[in-house]
């Protein structure tokens, strides 16, 4: 079994253009990168251009393909406006957004701040809004068609979590978005979806999600029923298809990456899977005893 090995044949994303928010580090690199190898050009985002430029050059080195770094803070809508003009400068036409910028820390939520809840609402609700709205409004505006925006959420979206509210608070209302979208803008010729995934170690993300020695005490590996963690080219394998012609009956769809992890929290009785099987013999004979009574 090799889940590391790459899945789309090379020349699935030739002469697409796309967008990555957040692209220059963590797992937006790592789908930056399957997505340049695929023979797209890409343009990365976010607030630090000196971080940016640095992993376009990285990134076209190893690849050999054009990716175009471009400050931006998604939080302003004119700032992505201005981002969506210089992709267009540089490669013509944009056929893929990836919201992919987020922002997160883990806290009680009483101790938040109200700037501190808007902080990270703002980095992706709004964010992922404004450049799906810049974007989509421009694509319907042209007549361009075959578009489609894929978003990064993850399974608290729908399960909801303590301890990082704002942050799911935020991805619900992406998914609901991409949802939503998925139907009124089906007519535009745009698709919508979204992955969620479980844990991709990224040194950024779980140093602040984990910070000290809460990693060794909080093995997320533990948690996963296929016990181990994703590799990064599983999800670039994912995201390259979704973004893909080969996914273009594909919309309104979030897809789990989690090794099972969510569900394993969901089913009431899943934490059985401490009993022995001694215990299994112990506990059936219980069983079978009370059920003769
Ligand atoms: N606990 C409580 N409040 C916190 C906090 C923490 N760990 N970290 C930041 N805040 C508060 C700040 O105090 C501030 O509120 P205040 O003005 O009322 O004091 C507010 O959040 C904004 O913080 P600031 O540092 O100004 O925001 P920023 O825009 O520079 O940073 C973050 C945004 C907080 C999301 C930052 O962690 C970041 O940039 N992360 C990078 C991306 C990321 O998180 N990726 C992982 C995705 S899973």
């Given at each position: 079994m090799d889940f590391k090995k790459k899945m789309l044949r090379d020349d699935a994303l030739e002469g697409k253009t796309i967008i990555v928010t957040g692209?220059?580090?963590?797992l937006g690199m790592s789908m930056t990168r399957y997505f340049l190898e695929l023979g797209a050009n890409v343009v990365i985002t976010s607030r630090n251009l000196e971080k940016l430029k640095a992993s376009a050059k990285t990134l076209e080195e190893e690849t050999g393909g054009k990716c175009l770094p471009v400050q931006c803070d998604v939080r302003h809508y004119d700032e992505v406006e201005h981002m969506i003009e210089q992709a267009h400068t540089a490669f013509g036409e944009v056929d893929v957004l990836l919201n992919n910028a987020a922002g997160n820390f883990i806290s009680p939520t009483e101790r938040l701040s109200a700037n501190a809840f808007d902080t990270i609402i703002d980095i992706v609700l709004k964010g992922s809004k404004n450049c799906t709205l810049a974007l989509g409004k421009y694509w319907i505006d042209k007549k361009q068609t075959n578009k489609t925006v894929l978003s990064i959420v993850t399974?608290?979206?729908?399960?909801g979590s303590g301890y990082v509210v704002p942050s799911a608070t935020a991805k619900a209302g992406v998914l609901a978005m991409t949802r939503s979208l998925a139907v009124e803008w089906a007519k535009y010729g745009i698709r919508f979806n979204a992955i969620a995934p479980g844990p991709f170690p990224t040194k950024g993300a779980w140093d602040r999600l984990l910070p000290g020695d809460l990693k060794e005490k909080f093995d997320l590996a533990k948690k996963v029923p296929l016990k181990r963690v994703g590799d990064h080219q599983e999800l670039a394998n994912l995201a390259a298809y979704l973004v893909?012609?080969?996914?273009?009956?594909?919309?309104?769809e979030v897809i789990t990456i989690d090794g099972g992890e969510w569900l394993k929290g969901a089913g009431q009785f899943n934490l059985l899977e401490m009993v022995t099987p001694e215990m299994w013999d112990q506990l059936e004979e219980m069983i079978r005893s009370q059920k003769k009574k």
């Open positions: 692209g220059g580090s963590g399974t608290y979206a729908w399960t893909s012609d080969f996914a273009h009956y594909l919309n309104g």
